[in-house]
């Protein structure tokens, strides 16, 4: 990045430490090519002004990143959830029980099974109930538990003993950001508990993120990226995150949108 005055630096860490969760000190000197002596006067500064907070090597923001709805995230990156979801329902065989967790990805991938027949869906969100609620030839069940309005998601001890009870072929996980150090990014400790328990049931686990969240850190919970998963994401995403999921195991596939009506 090319030297910008010492006001924007500032400006721009606290944007950063807003919109993607805490910023160290190491990550910022990098970023901003200036010594770390500088970024920490950068911190003590604008902790002074009271834009951040300090923490252990590094600074956050004063208020917790804000969660968007489902309603809100529908028509994010439409074109690349739809190629997401096309492929996570290619791999679907008649027979077969499935898990799908809440989430606007994942809703549009029930969408996609409506014309699965002979196979059984479980689920924790309100988007995948609602698009399966009327095929006959999808049983559907619904694990229940506490109802997250802004997730549209069943989260807690009621979901968790529901899981208990069944096993799946497949699991199909949403998330708000992907890490290839952290793993999975959610908003709440319900959710990445959640997510911990659902794949622990399944034979196979995908994780359904398009190319924007690859290396956000909007929140502070996180469940492990394990080997054995397999991240779905769209042709879009960042090469480099991409080899990094690589070097640690995580098998990686990269759905392409279809082209619209003019071709583009």
């Known amino acids: 990045m090319s030297a910008i005055g010492s006001q924007a630096r500032r400006d721009r860490i606290v944007h950063l430490a807003t919109t993607t969760g805490l910023a160290s000190v190491e990550e910022l000197s990098q970023l901003f090519g200036v010594t770390a002596s500088t970024i920490r006067r950068d911190l003590a500064r604008l902790t002074t002004d009271g834009r951040l907070a300090r923490t252990y090597g590094g600074a956050m923001a004063l208020t917790a990143h804000p969660e968007a709805s489902l309603r809100q995230r ?19 065989r008649p027979g077969e029980t499935l898990l799908l967790d809440a989430g606007s990805t994942v809703g549009a991938l029930a969408h996609e099974l409506r014309t699965v027949k002979d196979i059984t869906v479980a689920t924790t969100g309100l988007t995948a109930l609602q698009a399966l609620s009327d095929v006959e030839t999808i049983h559907v069940e619904c694990l229940g538990g506490t109802l997250r309005p802004l997730s549209q998601g069943f989260v807690g001890p009621l979901t968790e003993a529901a899981l208990e009870r069944m096993t799946f072929d497949r699991v199909f996980l949403g998330t ?7 793993g999975v990014c959610e908003a709440d400790l319900r959710q990445t508990r959640l997510k911990e328990l659902m794949a622990r049931r399944a034979d196979h686990v995908y994780v359904l993120a398009h190319a924007a969240k690859l ?50």
Do not use: C, M, N
């Open 215 to 264: 290396g956000r850190r909007p929140f502070h919970t996180w469940t492990p990226l394990r080997e054995d998963w397999t991240l779905v994401t769209d042709d879009s995403a960042d090469p480099g995150i991409l080899a990094e999921l690589r070097a640690r195991g995580v098998e990686t596939v990269t759905a392409v949108p279809e082209p619209d009506s003019t071709g583009r």
């Open 74 to 92: 529908v028509g994010e990156a439409f074109e690349a959830k739809q190629a997401i979801a096309r492929w996570a329902a290619a791999q679907v």
């Open 176 to 182: 708000d950001g992907v890490s290839p150090e952290l």
